[in-house]
């Protein structure tokens, strides 16, 4: 846990204001349909920040910043990866690459896409309800 939770400032200088706005819808869609506990944590070696969304100990999604990257992370185990490939026509070409590009560990696919706007806002809803069903309407 960090000591250190950026705040509006410190995430637009990061980056830029365009982001911070997709980021903050994101942040609002994910709070309207899950019941989550976000956590702001160090982004290691790659990132500055991480904001991960986990309940129960398990992770939903999480967000990595760095200065002008918003990435978004999900990581399907095996079976999320059978229902995306069945769900696979309906979504789209950008983020089908970054699925085929992210790399398998032990622990499930590891699939990072970099938002720069909110063109694929339905396709992230729909790997998160490959991930989990959402607990609110």
């Known amino acids: 846990m960090l000591g250190f939770i950026p705040d509006d400032k410190e995430l637009t200088r ?12 994101l942040c609002r869609a994910i709070g309207d349909l899950y019941m989550t506990e976000p ?8 990132w500055m920040y991480e904001y991960k969304y986990r309940k129960g100990g398990k992770t939903l999604c999480a967000f990595y910043i760095r200065e002008n ?6 990581i399907f185990g095996m079976a999320e ?6 769900e696979r026509r ?6 089908q690459r970054a699925y085929d590009v992210a790399t398998t560990y032990h622990d ?3 699939m990072m896409l970099d938002l720069s706007d909110l063109s694929c ?7 998160l309800r490959i991930k989990r069903r959402p607990v609110k309407k």
């Open 81 to 86: 990866r059978a229902e995306f490939e069945a």
């Open 14 to 25: 990061l980056l830029g204001a365009g982001k911070v706005s997709v980021f903050r819808k």
């Open 108 to 110: 499930g696919k590891w």
């Open 121 to 127: 806002l339905d396709n992230i809803g729909r790997l």
């Open 39 to 46: 956590v702001w944590n160090s982004g290691g070696k790659k």
């Open 90 to 95: 309906n979504i789209s070409l950008f983020v």
């Open 69 to 74: 990257t918003l990435g978004f992370m999900v």
